[in-house]
């Protein structure tokens, strides 16, 4: 459900897991359930029940032994603390989710940091180690056959080099990860990529097409339940508005 852009439909779902786990006493089947239930909570923009829900699953995975799991709430958790705006705390947790899970090997894992990694280095405008994660990320996620975190990461390498002053370019490989994401009925990366044709075309000054693909990309949000996404999106369509003399 999740995948499909169903946010509140999974997060119902895993509090019934939660349910479920607790009379059976399966722990394991609990902390998927917090970890699952803080990610759900964190799109829905519940940040403190997001943050208690991954502190008890890590607690949890370590206390069963699940190094997967608490390889994997150290990335939810680093990815929450971005969310919240303490980037140094942010960093220290991704960092250390990449770490773990190379020594583990856990491949999909490392792509994932690799990526929140890259998303950190650009909210700070540091758009050369953004593209350098963002490539590592693509190519992790094409060894480990995901193709939908291929999709995210080519979607953030067309943003980055859009704002390093190649629209056109830009636009063009986020088009192409547009193309594909619906070919596959990737919800999230289509949303994203079409966000950044937005602003490609808003940079190139064709503000209508602009305007079309940033109100295509909200209403993809919001019928995913992403307030943080959402919001992002709104700034990119009051810079269209504004330029085309809207009130």
Aim: with cysteine; aromatic share 6%.
């Amino acid at each position: 459900q999740r995948a499909l852009g169903h946010i509140p439909e999974a997060q119902r779902a895993y509090e019934r897991s939660l349910e479920l786990a607790g009379p059976l006493g399966d722990r394991r089947a609990a902390a998927v359930a917090l970890m699952n239930l803080g990610r759900t909570s964190a799109f829905l923009g519940d940040f403190r029940r997001s943050l208690d829900c991954l502190t008890r699953a890590r607690e949890m995975f370590q206390m069963t032994g699940d190094a997967q799991g608490g390889i994997l709430s150290l990335g939810n958790l680093g990815t929450l603390h971005f969310y919240l705006g303490d980037f140094r705390a942010a960093r220290a947790l991704l960092e250390d989710y990449r770490e773990s899970a190379e020594r583990k090997g856990f491949r999909r894992a490392i792509a994932d940091a690799d990526h929140c990694l890259g998303i950190l280095e650009h909210e700070l405008d540091h758009d050369d180690d953004a593209l350098k994660r963002f490539e590592a990320s693509r190519d992790e996620f094409e060894r480990a056959g995901d193709e939908e975190g291929v999709l995210q990461s080519r979607v953030q390498i067309s943003r980055v080099i859009g704002r390093r002053g190649d629209p056109a370019r830009a636009l063009e490989l986020a088009r192409q990860a547009s193309e594909r994401a619906e070919e596959v009925g990737a919800s999230e990366p289509l949303a994203e990529s079409l966000r950044v044709r937005a602003e490609a075309r808003r940079d190139l000054g064709q503000l209508e097409e602009a305007q079309h693909a940033a109100e295509r990309a909200l209403a993809l949000f919001e019928q995913q339940s992403q307030p943080y996404a959402e919001g992002v999106c709104c700034r990119t369509l009051a810079k269209i508005y504004r330029d085309r003399g809207f009130e």
